[in-house]
Structure formats: structure tokens, C-alpha cells
């Protein structure tokens, strides 16, 4: 099998790059022969299964040149996050619609219409919204980032619906403990306030403390997304659209995990501000979502935030959980 990963040597990329070479391949498909890292920058991974492709993905040479011959799974992660798709109007709507549509046009010329998986967000949420989001509820973007996303899943639906590829859209929660520095996202607070006090540094919290917030690790992220790839397109019926399991927890719960795992000194480091910009992206995301669904077709949350600190202060296994190559769910 091949597979295609836009994004590939990005913080969720790599690891999916690693999880799909170590754990058995893709569920129901088997085993990856080969990965192609297409971003604009290096695939960490060195693997002799993975080649990395260096190029943008609106570049139409580029894009042809990736998706060419035999490609049975797409990953399109490559994206640009939601400080920057704000902060750049131009840029966002271009890499995040115009560029994804480029790739599902090159899917469409393929032999076979490939697995298609596209990473939205959360983020396609916003406006008034009931405190737990139903699977029905239309997306109402309160960001550039979520607009261009909630155009990508459109576009990712509608070349489904029309044979061109085998779509699933999966909508992320915010993943925390990202490791390394403070990225573009406006959510990039919600990692830095565990990830600097552990690391010694001091941080600071710009929402509420009452702020809800939808949170997945990068083990239970990646799983799931190995799910994705292998899941029967049939399974799914019209709706392509997931909304992935997570976990509710709100700042002062984050910060009450920080100071139970690591003490009060690590919390001390964590300064309670307000950001406008932040607070106007970030609250207006959904905190809980029903995934009655997601979990029936076998995806999977965190138990509960401690344990995802503790992943992170384990030095993040990029293990598969057990059970997930089976399809086996485990509760919300
Ligand atoms: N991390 C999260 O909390 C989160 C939450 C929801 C959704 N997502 C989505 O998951 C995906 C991956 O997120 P991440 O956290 O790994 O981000 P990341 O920034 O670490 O990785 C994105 C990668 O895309 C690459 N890229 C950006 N523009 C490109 C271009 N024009 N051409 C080629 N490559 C390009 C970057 O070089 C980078 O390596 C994104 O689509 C993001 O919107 C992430």
C-alpha cells in the first residue's frame, strides 16, 4: 500500500508517519510499503519506506508529481493554523481551500479514487451552541481558519459523493502536550501552559479559567487517524464528517492537573492574562461534542487530562493503543 501524507514532517505528520510503519499498517489494509512526506520542509523520519518529497501543495507540478501512479491513502494535514489564517487572510483561504482543492483534483486523475482524509477542526464551530455539539449541528465559523476548513470538508464530501475519491473528514480536537515551542495556532497556549512550567519555563493562560476546552493527545490523535485510513468508506454512509472523541476539561482543570502532577512551583509559573485575539478564536470553540457515533465506528478518547499530562512527561509513547488495530473501542 502506498500513502501520501501532505504535512509529513509536521508535529502530527511525523508521528502519524511512524505509527503507520510500526503498528501493523492501516486496519482492514494492512501493511504500508511505502510513504510519501510531502511538505515544504524535511520528514523528520528516517525510515527507507518514506521519501520525502519537499514542495507547497499549490504548486500544481508539485502536486501532480505527488499524487501520480498508485496511491491508495491520502493524509492531507498540511495546513496553516488558526493564528496565522487569521493574521493572513490571503494565505489561509489559499493553502487551506485553494490547495486543497488542487489535491482532490489530482485525486480525481488517479487510476483509483484514493482514501482521502482530511484533518479539519473544531474550529468549524462557532455562534450560539448548545453545551454539548450534536452531530447535526451546521458549522459556523468564527475564524478564518475554521472557514477554510469548513470549505475543505465541503469539497472533501462533495468529491466523495461524486466517486472522485473515498473521503472522511476528521474534525481534531485541540491536541495537547504538543512538544517543542509555541506554534501559530490560537491554541497554542493550551499546550504551553503544561509544557513550559515542566519544562521550567513560566507561561501564561490568555482565557478564562471557566474557558472549556475539547483536548485529545497525540497518541489517542494519531490512533484515531490510523483508524481513518482503514475504516470502510461504507461504514459511513453520506456523512463523512466526524467529529473526533476527546476530553471536556476547562484552564483551571488543566492548571489543577499541573499542580497534582507536578507541584505547585510548576504552577506558579503560569501567569493568568487576557488576550482578545486569543479569547475571540478559542471561546468561540465548542467544549464537548456527543461522538456516540465515532465511538460506535471504533474511535477513541483520553480517559481523563492527568493521563494526558503524564504521556507528555513520559516522553509522548507514539505507540498505538491496544485494541485500536482491531476496530475495539474504549469508553469516552
Ligand atoms: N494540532 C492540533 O491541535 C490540531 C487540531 C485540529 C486540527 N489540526 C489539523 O491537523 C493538521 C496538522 O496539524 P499539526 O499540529 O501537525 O501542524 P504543524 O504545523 O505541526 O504541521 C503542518 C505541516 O504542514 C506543512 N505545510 C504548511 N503549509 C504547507 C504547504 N503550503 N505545502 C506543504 N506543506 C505545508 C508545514 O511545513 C508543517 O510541517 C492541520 O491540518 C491542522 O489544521 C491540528
Given at each position: 500500500m502506498r500513502v501520501v501524507v501532505t504535512g509529513g514532517a509536521g508535529f502530527l505528520g511525523s508521528r502519524l508517519i511512524e505509527a503507520l510503519l510500526t503498528g501493523g499498517g492501516l486496519p482492514g489494509k494492512g501493511a504500508v510499503e511505502s510513504i510519501l512526506s510531502f511538505d515544504r520542509v524535511a520528514c523528520?523520519?528516517?525510515?527507507?519506506?518514506?521519501?520525502?518529497?519537499i514542495g507547497s501543495i499549490d504548486?500544481?507540478?508539485?502536486?501532480?508529481?505527488?499524487?501520480?501512479?498508485?496511491?491508495?491513502?491520502?493524509?492531507?494535514?498540511?495546513?496553516?493554523l488558526s493564528g496565522q489564517?487569521?493574521?493572513?487572510?490571503?494565505?489561509?483561504?489559499?493553502?487551506?481551500?485553494?490547495?486543497?482543492?488542487?489535491?482532490?483534483?489530482?485525486?480525481?486523475?488517479?487510476?483509483?479514487p484514493p482514501r482521502f482524509i482530511l484533518t479539519s477542526s473544531l474550529a468549524v464551530f462557532g455562534g450560539p451552541m448548545p453545551e454539548v455539539v450534536p452531530e447535526t449541528l451546521a458549522p459556523m465559523p468564527q475564524s478564518s481558519y475554521g472557514v477554510g476548513k469548513a470549505i475543505g470538508e465541503l469539497l472533501v464530501c462533495e468529491y466523495s459523493r461524486k466517486g472522485f475519491v473515498d473521503g472522511i473528514v476528521c474534525r481534531l480536537p485541540t491536541i495537547a502536550v504538543r512538544p517543542g515551542k509555541p506554534n501559530?495556532?490560537?491554541?497554542?497556549?493550551?499546550?504551553?501552559?503544561?509544557?513550559?512550567?515542566?519544562?521550567?519555563?513560566?507561561?501564561?493562560?490568555?482565557?478564562?479559567?471557566?474557558?472549556?476546552l475539547w483536548i485529545s493527545s497525540p497518541e489517542t490523535a494519531i490512533a484515531n487517524l490510523v483508524l481513518a485510513g482503514g475504516i470502510e468508506g461504507a461504514r459511513l454512509g453520506i456523512?463523512?464528517?466526524?467529529?473526533?472523541?476527546?476530553?471536556?476539561?476547562?484552564?483551571?482543570?488543566?492548571?489543577?492537573?499541573?499542580?497534582?502532577?507536578?507541584g505547585q512551583a510548576a504552577r506558579d509559573r503560569v501567569a493568568l492574562t487576557s488576550?482578545?485575539?486569543?479569547?475571540?478564536i478559542v471561546c468561540s470553540w465548542p467544549g464537548a461534542f456527543d461522538v456516540a457515533r465515532p465511538v460506535?465506528?471504533?474511535?477513541?478518547?483520553?480517559?481523563?487530562?492527568?493521563a494526558v499530562v503524564r504521556q507528555y512527561m513520559d516522553g509522548l509513547p507514539r505507540q498505538i493503543p491496544k485494541g485500536m488495530d482491531t476496530?475495539?473501542?474504549?469508553?469516552?
Open positions: 523528520p523520519v528516517k525510515d527507507p519506506r518514506v521519501e520525502s518529497r504548486d500544481p507540478d508539485c502536486v501532480a508529481a505527488a499524487l501520480s501512479g498508485e496511491v491508495d491513502v491520502v493524509y492531507h494535514l498540511a495546513a496553516v489564517s487569521e493574521a493572513e487572510f490571503e494565505t489561509g483561504l489559499h493553502i487551506n481551500v485553494d490547495a486543497t482543492r488542487l489535491l482532490l483534483e489530482a485525486c480525481r486523475k488517479l487510476p483509483r501559530s495556532a490560537a491554541s497554542s497556549f493550551v499546550s504551553g501552559i503544561i509544557r513550559e512550567p515542566l519544562n521550567g519555563e513560566d507561561s501564561a493562560c490568555p482565557v478564562p479559567l471557566d474557558t472549556r456523512n463523512r464528517v466526524l467529529n473526533l472523541p476527546g476530553i471536556t476539561v476547562t484552564a483551571a482543570e488543566m492548571l489543577d492537573s499541573l499542580t497534582r502532577l507536578a488576550d482578545p485575539k486569543v479569547i475571540d460506535a465506528l471504533g474511535f477513541v478518547a483520553d480517559t481523563a487530562f492527568d476496530g475495539a473501542s474504549t469508553a469516552v
